[in-house]
């Protein structure tokens, strides 16, 4: 039997619903071209945060990950497809929580 943590069951979930959308072929003309999917994943460490209903504010790693990644590749995510699990009006606040200045997605 294997044994997976919360975080890495929703990471194969979200993987698994990314793949089988489609989604990965669609976003190969974005900005963030084929890191796409690599982005989502750096952002695992903000779920907690991102939940619905969510009151924790983002953790260390949350933010480093939101800077690195940078307001377009954000944007994009935060702009596209549902992602089950996350609330966008939480994530689209995670910048300013993290002191990341971006500007806003239009």
């Known amino acids: 039997m294997i044994v997976m943590k919360k975080s890495q069951v929703f990471t194969v979930m979200l993987l698994m619903v990314m793949v089988q959308s489609g989604l990965v072929r669609e976003t190969l003309g974005h900005p ?52 089950v699990g996350v609330d966008r009006t939480l994530a689209l606040h995670l910048p300013g929580k993290c002191s990341a200045n971006f500007l806003p997605c239009n």
């Open 32 to 83: 963030c071209g084929r890191t796409f999917l690599s982005a989502l994943i750096q952002l695992v460490p903000c779920r907690p945060s991102v939940a619905p209903f969510s009151t924790l504010p983002p953790n260390g790693l949350c933010c480093a990950a939101i800077k690195t990644l940078g307001q377009p590749c954000l944007c994009v995510l935060a702009k596209g497809p549902p992602i």
